[in-house]
T-cell receptor
Framework: ELKVEQNPLFLSMQEGKNYTIYCNYSTTSDRLYWYRQDPGKSLESLFVLLSNGAVKQEGRLMASLDTKARLSTLHITAAVHDLSATYFCAVDSMDSNYQLIWGAGTKLIIKP | GAGVSQSPRYKVAKRGQDVALRCDPISGHVSLFWYQQALGQGPEFLTYFQNEAQLDKSGLPSDRFFAERPEGSVSTLKIQRTQQEDSAVYLC????????????FGQGTRLTVV
């Protein structure tokens, strides 16, 4: 059974600091996704990672994928208040009939 | 519209009542997904349509849940005889191509069963 675990589930940090959110998954995955969700809003796609060693960056966010370790990281550089949101990772694979299996989310609060 | 639209945004139902939740995907999108998101949790897959064909309904939690997309565009998720454990946000997503790449989500319908 494909399982996805995020760590930490809750993170409070100061503006200007760096931090990393971790996403572990249990079996071989075809694709790994990072989404952002603001309270009461849609899920917004941030990154899709397709292969080992993939790295994608958008502004202060950078995502990477290590398929051998079954680990993806979402790194936040010099955090700013408007990055406060809940961040989800999700994976799909043949094991899940190619449907997305989601982590529980990391609620990120960035204090000004 | 420009995005995925869901209605109603909020629904309060008495236990035992039937409800219908609507999803208008982005025009031309082939794939449509329904997810259930409990408070403080990640979404959980319910069902998947490719055009009008329901290709995967393995996530529907019971036979009280039924989804359709008769003309390959608008979809309806129906829950019969609602129970308190059905309280959640129901999310709809659509994508241009089959399966998950570049899926766009609606804002969801928050269902509260009292």
């Amino acid at each position: 059974e494909l399982k996805v675990e995020q760590n930490p589930l809750f993170l409070s940090m100061q503006e200007g600091k760096n931090y990393t959110i971790y996403c572990n998954y249990s079996t071989t995955s075809d694709r790994l996704y990072w989404y952002r969700q603001d309270p009461g809003k849609s899920l917004e796609s941030l990154f899709v990672l397709l292969s080992n060693g993939a790295v994608k960056q958008e502004g202060r966010l950078m995502a990477s994928l290590d398929t051998k370790a079954r680990l993806s990281t979402l790194h936040i550089t010099a955090a700013v208040h408007d990055l406060s949101a809940t961040y989800f990772c999700a994976v799909d694979s043949m094991d899940s009939n190619y449907q997305l299996i989601w982590g529980a989310g990391t609620k990120l609060i960035i204090k000004p | 519209g420009a995005g995925v639209s869901q209605s109603p945004r909020y629904k309060v139902a008495k236990r035992g009542q039937d409800v219908a939740l609507r999803c208008d995907p982005i025009s031309g999108h082939v794939s449509l997904f329904w997810y259930q998101q409990a408070l403080g949790q990640g979404p959980e897959f319910l069902t998947y349509f490719q055009n009008e064909a329901q290709l995967d309904k393995s996530g529907l939690p019971s036979d009280r849940f039924f989804a359709e997309r008769p003309e390959g565009s608008v979809s309806t998720l129906k829950i019969q005889r609602t129970q308190q454990e059905d309280s959640a946000v129901y999310l709809c997503a659509s994508s241009l191509k089959p399966m998950n790449t570049e899926a766009f989500f609606g804002q969801g319908t928050r269902l509260t069963v009292v």
